[in-house]
T-cell receptor, first 114, second 114 residues
C-alpha cells in the first residue's frame, strides 16, 4: 500500500541553524501539507501546497518557514533559523483529488532544537 | 473558524469492554469529519471519515463513528476493545469539497487494562 515517507526520523540541531525536513508524498497525490505537534499538544496545521504554490498557511508559518517541491517526488519544509520553540514532531501529509480529500500522514520527523 | 473539542483527555477501559470517545465540532456548515489514531512514536493513521450519506460510518480495526448534526458530534465507538487499541485518538474537521487544512482536537489517550 502506498504511503507517505519522511526523513530523517529524528533531527537534532542548534538554535539558529537551518534545517530541511523531507517528505515523499504518495505518488498520484496533488495536495501536500505540513503539520506540527509540540510534545503533549494537538496537531497544528502549518501550510498546504498545490500546483507548486502555497494554498493556505497558518499564523505559525512565518518568514522563517518555507516549502518547496524541488522535483516530482519530494516535498520539503525549511526552517531558516531554528528557535527552541520549533522543537516538535513535524508531519507531512498528502491527499488526492477525491470526494473527501482525506489526508494521509507520514510517520513524522522529530525536531529537537538545543 | 472551525474547532474540535475532545472532552476526555485520558480514558481507561478493560480489554473486551466497549468504548466511546467523544468529539464535538464547531463549523459553519456540514464538515468533513475524521478520526485518526496515533500509536506511540508513530504517525497518524486514518481510522474513518464522514463526508455525506449514512451518518454511521465504519472504519478499520472494528471502529465506527456516528455523525449527529443536531449535537455537532462525531463520537467514535468500538464494541470490544483489544489491548492493541491503546493509543492516542484524534478527531479532526475539514472544509467540505476542498483540500484545505484539517483542524484537530487535543486528542484522547486510551489505556487498555488486561
Amino acid at each position: 500500500e502506498p504511503e507517505v515517507t519522511q526523513t530523517p526520523s529524528h533531527q537534532v540541531t542548534q538554535m539558529g541553524q537551518e534545517v530541511i525536513l523531507r517528505c515523499v508524498p504518495i505518488s498520484n497525490h496533488l495536495y501536500f501539507y505540513w503539520y506540527r505537534q509540540i510534545l503533549g499538544q494537538k496537531v497544528e496545521f502549518l501550510v498546504s501546497f498545490y500546483n507548486n504554490e502555497i494554498s493556505e498557511k497558518s499564523e505559525i508559518f512565518d518568514d522563517q518557514f518555507s516549502v518547496e517541491r524541488p522535483d516530482g517526488s519530494n516535498f520539503t519544509l525549511k526552517i531558516r533559523s531554528t528557535k527552541l520553540e520549533d522543537s516538535a514532531m513535524y508531519f507531512c501529509a498528502s491527499s488526492a483529488r477525491t470526494t473527501s480529500y482525506e489526508q494521509y500522514f507520514g510517520p513524522g520527523t522529530r525536531l529537537t532544537v538545543t | 473558524a472551525q474547532s474540535v473539542t475532545q472532552p476526555d483527555i485520558h480514558i481507561t477501559v478493560s480489554e473486551g469492554a466497549s468504548l466511546e470517545l467523544r468529539c464535538n465540532y464547531s463549523y459553519g456548515a456540514t464538515p468533513y469529519l475524521f478520526w485518526y489514531v496515533q500509536s506511540p512514536g508513530q504517525g497518524l493513521q486514518l481510522l474513518l471519515k464522514y463526508f455525506s450519506g449514512d451518518t454511521l460510518v465504519q472504519g478499520i480495526k472494528g471502529f465506527e463513528a456516528e455523525f449527529k448534526r443536531s449535537q455537532s458530534s462525531f463520537n467514535l465507538r468500538k464494541p470490544s476493545v483489544h489491548w492493541s487499541d491503546a493509543a492516542e485518538y484524534f478527531c479532526a474537521v475539514g472544509a467540505r469539497g476542498t483540500a484545505s487544512k484539517l483542524t484537530f482536537g487535543t486528542g484522547t489517550r486510551l489505556q487498555v487494562t488486561l
